[in-house]
């Protein structure tokens, strides 16, 4: 049939018609691309609009349009905007083309003449695309109604949580024995100083409780297989040493093991444990772990105390990883943070001098139930400090380490600045470049503070030493700083010093990234499809992210965004099956050599070989589109639907047609 | 645009080879006059020079002692979050100053640095007694006395010779030098 | 037998003899060979950046491009020289268009500079190339008791950010220590002792000299050890000036490094120009030979 | 003005894939990071589907540049699919030669979905390289055949 091919030019607003002669553009393609099968050339102040798809809409009807290409934004942002509205019209979606003249041109150029000038090459670029493009029907696949959760910190469990009491099986893999995250270790929460562990305890109840929540502890993710509605998931329980079929969780075992250990997870190294253990009282599950690192059993050989004195028989030396594979049809990953590694800024004395603390450690200080009973006091154990300098910005907004802001700290330093004051009615400084408090009731928070006469000082803290110029520095930490707002460099003695170390991303980030195929930032935070209206999905289909693993957050944030991936997965769910996108290859049998070069050029391998046939074939469930066998194949017998060789050497004719029509001068506007 | 003939652009064309940030990317945190050593000294802290050059105040700074101050220990320049080179922005500053021949009175920096130059293109070392001479005029009689005092020290303590050495290859030298700047003639 | 291309300084000449003594005496004894760069020019210290940039790259450039012609490292046992000398040879590297200025001048001397050669600070040589076991063998005469202050200053560890910890680094101290020597931990240890305002502002220089010399006295350090002759000079010669001024009585030795080296290496003070300086060093002699 | 005096504007087709560069492009976009409009972009799956073909039509047609861009090494949205495009790179660079183009004219860029400034910076790089380059006049064959520098930039 003949192409009746429609081109539609978007103003968005000026964003595009600012810079590119939108007007010219439409009338060129409407002149000079007629013979290429345009019929009709519009331009329109907002494509993506109601108005603006029912104009091609009706075009189509009137028109009788076989091919469409809208020239707008990314193809990331609308393609599937106007491909519906195609649909709308009984056009097969596949048939309509987006073009970017926004982010690839508008945005980018600043002279009106050019940037015209490339609009008409990519619109020329995309007529002679779409002439070749096919009608295509999107592959439907099932989607496994379970869902695989990674993390148990308060995003995941609360993500974990929401699809469990909405009927749906989740499986919760935590790497640690229990789960909790960085909140189980925190004593009060901002703004509102409600104890971290009462509002916790209940929903780590709740999942170790929950009849649809599968809870594997002390457990990894080791391969993801699949894709969106049917992931293969293999994952490795690391053996407990314990049958938990028997245990009740009494706690002799790490009452009787004389092996104390420094535990530098929960108890950020200001507290021990024993060699098996449960991490903290609350801990869910309630099973302990023996720790084979540590244990003078797997050190030497003798002991077994905890075996002797067991009364259920749940301990088993010999108990080996288990690797076990589940099936699910959507991932949460809430992997969370690693806390900034203060040691990297020797200048601030943190493991020089004893009495300077990480804000995890500090934690741990004042919480009730940590090392020290929720005193504070200095590394003696006894002393308590008269005076106490709160360092913000450890790490952050610093391009010598992390350029970007960690978000808590500031709210943390003022919740510590209060539980200070309020247990040991020391003074305390607050050092600070920026006080950020832009969430509800934080601002306020800030105002209690400065009542209650904590000290501010706007400077970033250069250095803490212990170098006594003068008499009133003796035996003190000095904290030496620019007071910027009186211009004056400051050095200001204190008993001891807290460091809000900033938040950065796990260590192994890259490496779950690759695991679960989706991209990190340049600082390995996870990427989200779109930063405003998409900030739990990612660019992998059936992957989303929650919490800190996307970026730095605090405990209000975190929940919402487990609640809200936990809302996609459960959308996903209700649709029961999903369409994934066509764009597949296929081998023509007849042209195939069977030389099976294909067959290992594919990462999925999705390529088979039909041994007696002698060719090669696609399985289409497990092609992901990326074409590098149509690319390899040495007789040309692969095809890609939707970027076939047609189009794209076709769309390489179409962008360089006006210089071809030799008007490589940007024509008259 | 922002205007090139602002202070704070001309500042930043001086700093060549400052392969760090340019100072508008100074969050005014204090880190560098928190860690600078000569701070006391200065009329105004190096962050409040920043923030003056941004806000164009080309006279107070100018007239200020501040970068003339600097030790050039460079700690700033590794402390600074903003990865700005400040102590390289102070040596910026200097041959501003310089140029325009604009400086706070009585400071010896300038005048110190002309004759350093002078006595490198002429002689190829520096010396350090030949330096005494131009600046001693501008001590206290009690410190010249003093200064007199440790200069014979050293000399009998054979820490300083008499006489300063001169490089043979002078001629060629000095050539290279003009290829640069137009300063430094046989005197 | 390790070959350098050996660029003294000016200091050396002059003020800083006794480093100059005492390096080479150290070498010898650990057979490393300084070759002078011949003809080299003054580095510029801090004093050119005022006036001109180019010049400052350039003037070091000379003496670069006559080392590279050597193929050997060029090794400064100063830290300006150093810093200079690094950062130029940095920066001619980085920066093709700087490199082309700086050789259009260097012509006329028959000169070019493409910063091929590695740029090292003597001490950095000696522990990483003749290394402490190798300096260890050579310690007849442990400074057994002896306090010793490390002041490393600022040029040899800034503005360098991929160097080795800038703000807290140990080589220094695990030199001492393999000499036999205590090393005292600090705080000043890389604070600046204002050398480069000494003539240009007596009035900061001295006090920050104080400030070093009160924290090592603090610490009962029996003498400073110092890298560069700008320090040491500032250190040492000025501490009667600093009394004066504050009324304070210090009277702490300062010595090269190479100096301590050359005593544990059982080599005679005098060879390594010890007792030459202002301030006596008996008392330090007395612990480091064990006399006293 | 005149043909004569107006500077040589290259003409360059760029390819990139769907999941890291193209929206390195997006980024600069919404960015508004400014770059030369010289280049026009083609949006593969992937940097794997390159079909060597691609470029020698990019050349026939007009083009006086091809830049081939796509994820880090290790980063591939398709697990390795990007090795196989820097494969092809320095092979098309060789046989570029035998026909006579410039190596100068193919260039591999390698670009996160978080790095437009990058992408947008090395852009204009590669088109003052070829701007400096002229216009793509094909030499008799053997007039290049000094085997081309192997770089390959990595944003």
């Known amino acids: 049939m003949t192409e009746r091919i429609g081109v539609y030019i978007c103003h968005c607003g000026t964003n595009i018609a600012g810079v590119v002669d939108v007007a010219n553009v439409s009338k060129w393609a409407g002149e000079k691309l007629a013979d290429q099968g345009v019929v009709i050339s519009r331009d329109y102040k907002f494509m993506c609009s109601s108005l603006g798809q029912e104009l091609i809409q009706k075009d189509i009807k009137e028109q009788n349009l076989n091919r469409v290409v809208v020239a707008a934004c990314s193809p990331h942002l609308h393609e599937k905007t106007f491909r519906n509205a195609c649909k709308g019209a009984d056009l097969n979606p596949y048939l309509c083309e987006l073009v970017s003249i926004r982010e690839q041109d508008s945005w980018v150029h600043t002279d009106k003449a050019a940037a015209t000038f490339k609009a008409k090459a990519i619109v020329s670029g995309g007529v002679s695309r779409v002439v070749h493009n096919e009608e295509l029907t999107p592959l439907k696949v099932p989607i496994h109604p379970a869902t695989l959760v990674v993390g148990g910190g308060i995003a995941g469990i609360q993500a974990a949580l929401e699809i469990a009491d909405a009927g749906f099986h989740v499986y919760l893999v935590e790497r640690e024995p229990s789960i909790g995250g960085h909140m189980a270790q925190f004593d009060k929460t901002f703004p509102t100083l409600d104890c971290s562990a009462c509002i916790l305890t209940p929903k780590m109840v709740d999942v170790g409780n929950h009849p649809n929540i599968t809870l594997l502890t002390w457990s990894e993710v080791q391969k993801v297989d699949g894709y969106v509605g049917n992931f293969a998931v293999t994952i490795k329980k690391k053996p407990r040493y314990i049958k938990i079929e028997d245990c009740t969780g009494c706690g002799i075992c790490w009452e009787k093991c004389p092996k104390k250990v420094l535990d530098t997870v929960f108890e950020a190294g200001m507290g021990n444990r024993k060699a098996v253990y449960v991490p903290f009282p609350q801990a869910v599950p309630k099973y302990p772990v023996i720790d084979d690192v540590n244990c003078t059993y797997f050190l030497k050989g003798t002991c077994k105390a905890c075996e002797k004195f067991c009364p259920t028989n749940a301990i088993d030396f010999k108990q080996e990883a288990e690797v076990i594979t589940v099936e699910v049809g959507n991932i949460i990953l809430a992997t969370g943070y690693d806390l900034f590694d203060a040691r990297r800024i020797p200048q601030y004395g943190y493991a020089r001098f004893a009495n300077v603390y990480t804000n995890l450690e500090f934690e741990r200080l004042c919480n009730a139930a940590g090392p020290t009973g929720g005193n504070i006091v200095l590394r003696d154990g006894k002393t308590v400090p008269k005076t106490v300098g709160i360092v913000h910005c450890v790490g952050s907004r610093d391009k010598n380490y992390n350029a970007y802001c960690s978000a808590i700290c500031c709210m943390q330093g003022l919740k510590f600045a209060h539980l200070v004051h309020e247990r040991t009615g020391a003074e305390v400084y607050n050092f600070y470049i920026d006080i950020r408090t832009p969430s509800k009731g934080y601002e306020e928070f800030y105002n209690r503070l400065l009542e209650e006469g904590t000290r501010f000082v706007r400077g970033k803290v250069a250095e803490v030493s212990d170098f006594a110029r003068v008499p009133e520095e003796e035996g003190k930490l000095v904290i030496q700083v620019e007071d910027t707002l009186i211009g004056k460099q400051r050095r200001i003695p204190v008993d001891m010093v807290i460091l809000s170390s900033g938040l950065q991303s796990r260590h192994d980030s890259k490496d779950v990234a690759k695991l679960f195929g989706i991209s990190c930032s340049a600082d390995n935070w996870f990427i989200e499809r779109h930063p405003k209206l998409d900030p739990v999905a990612t660019m992998t289909e059936g992957v989303f992210i929650a919490g800190c693993v996307q970026g730095p957050k605090d405990i209000p944030a975190s929940v919402a965004q487990g609640a809200a991936a936990a809302a996609r997965v459960l959308g996903k769910i209700q649709q029961k099956e999903i369409a994934l996108e066509p764009v597949r290859a296929t081998i023509n049998a007849d042209q195939c050599s069977g030389c099976r070069i294909c067959n290992n050029m594919c990462p999925f391998n999705a390529i088979l070989f039909h041994e007696n046939e002698m060719v090669s074939e696609v399985n289409p469930a497990l092609c992901q589109g990326c074409g590098t066998c149509i690319a390899g194949c040495p007789a040309g017998a692969i095809s890609g639907t939707g970027f076939s060789n047609d189009q794209i050497l076709s769309q390489i004719d179409g962008l360089l047609l006006l210089n071809i029509l030799k008007a490589a001068v940007p024509v008259e506007s | 645009m922002v205007d090139e003939l602002a202070f704070n652009y001309e500042i930043t064309n001086l700093m060549y080879a400052s392969h760090g940030q340019p100072i508008t990317n100074c969050l005014q945190c204090g880190t560098c006059s928190g860690t600078c050593p000569a701070v006391e000294f200065m009329d105004h802290t190096p962050r409040q020079i920043i923030g003056m050059i941004r806000a164009d105040l080309k006279e107070e700074v100018l007239a200020s002692n501040t970068y003339w101050t600097c030790a050039s220990c460079f700690h700033c320049t590794v402390r600074c979050p903003a990865d700005i080179d400040v102590a390289d922005m102070m040596y910026a500053l200097k041959r501003y100053s310089m140029w325009k021949g604009q400086f706070q009175a009585g400071l010896i920096g300038p005048d110190f640095s002309e004759a350093f130059v002078k006595m490198i293109v002429n002689s190829g070392r520096s010396f350090e007694p030949l330096l005494a001479a131009t600046y001693l005029p501008r001590y206290s009689a009690r410190d010249i006395v003093q200064e007199g005092l440790m200069a014979t020290g050293l000399v009998l303590s054979g820490k300083m010779p008499l006489l300063p050495k001169k490089i043979k290859g002078l001629k060629k030298f000095q050539q290279m030098v003009r290829r640069i700047i137009p300063i430094g003639e046989q005197s | 037998m390790k070959q350098y291309a050996y660029y003294p300084g000016c200091s050396l000449e002059s003020l800083g003899k006794s480093y100059h003594l005492s390096a080479m005496e150290v070498s010898k004894a650990l057979g490393v060979e300084l070759k002078e760069i011949e003809d080299w020019n003054c580095c510029g210290a801090t004093a050119y950046f005022p006036v001109d940039e180019f010049l400052a790259y350039t003037l070091t450039a000379r003496n670069l491009a006559k080392a590279e012609k050597t193929g050997l490292d060029f090794v400064a046992p100063c830290s300006a020289c150093y810093k200079n000398a690094f950062f130029t040879n940095k920066y001619i590297q980085h920066d093709a268009d700087l490199a082309d200025h700086i050789n259009y001048a260097l012509e006329v001397d028959d000169l070019h500079v493409s910063g091929t050669s590695r740029v090292r600070h003597l001490i950095d040589i000696f522990i990483n190339d003749v290394g402490l076991e190798e300096i260890k063998t050579k310690v007849t005469n442990p400074l057994k008791d002896l306090r010793v202050a490390p002041y490393y200053g600022c040029q040899i560890l800034r503005p360098r950010k991929e160097h080795e910890d800038v703000e807290n680094p140990q080589y220094f101290e695990n030199l001492l220590s393999t000499l036999g020597a205590e090393p005292v931990n600090y705080s000043s240890k890389a604070r600046c002792c204002g050398g480069s305002l000494i003539i240009t502002n007596r009035k900061a220089a001295l006090d920050m000299v104080r400030i070093l010399l009160q924290d090592a006295v603090n610490h009962d350090a029996d003498v400073i050890a110092t890298t560069c002759p700008m320090c040491n000079v500032n250190l040492e010669v000025y501490q009667a000036q600093v009394n004066r001024e504050f009324g304070t009585q210090y009277a702490i030795p300062v010595m090269y490094f190479t100096q301590l080296m050359g005593l544990s290496f059982g080599i005679v003070p005098g060879h390594l120009g010890i007792g030459k300086q202002q301030v006596s060093s008996e008392s330090m002699l007395a612990i480091a030979q064990n006399t006293k | ?155």
């Not at chain 4, 990007?82 to 410039?102: D, P, T």
């Not at chain 4, 193919?106 to 090395?122: D, Q, R």
């Open chain 4, 1 to 155: 003005m005149t043909e004569e005096t107006k500077p040589f504007e290259p003409v360059i087709i760029g390819f990139t894939c769907n999941w890291c560069s193209y929206r390195a492009a997006d980024m600069a976009g919404t960015a508004r990071i400014k770059y030369a409009p010289n280049i026009r972009l083609i949006r593969l799956m992937c940097s794997g589907r390159l079909d060597p073909t691609f470029v020698f039509k990019a050349f026939a047609g007009g083009a006086d540049a091809v830049l081939i861009s796509g994820c880090h090494p290790g980063d591939c949205h398709y697990v390795e699919q990007n090795y196989k495009a820097m494969r092809r790179f320095h092979l098309l660079k060789r046989v570029l030669v035998q026909m006579g183009i410039e190596p100068g004219r193919l260039k591999l860029l390698w670009a996160s979905a978080a790095e437009g400034a990058i992408f947008a910076a090395e852009i204009n790089k590669f088109v003052e390289e070829v701007r400096a380059l002229g216009p793509l006049n094909w030499a008799k064959p053997g007039e290049l055949v000094s085997t081309p520098i192997m770089e390959e930039v990595t944003a």
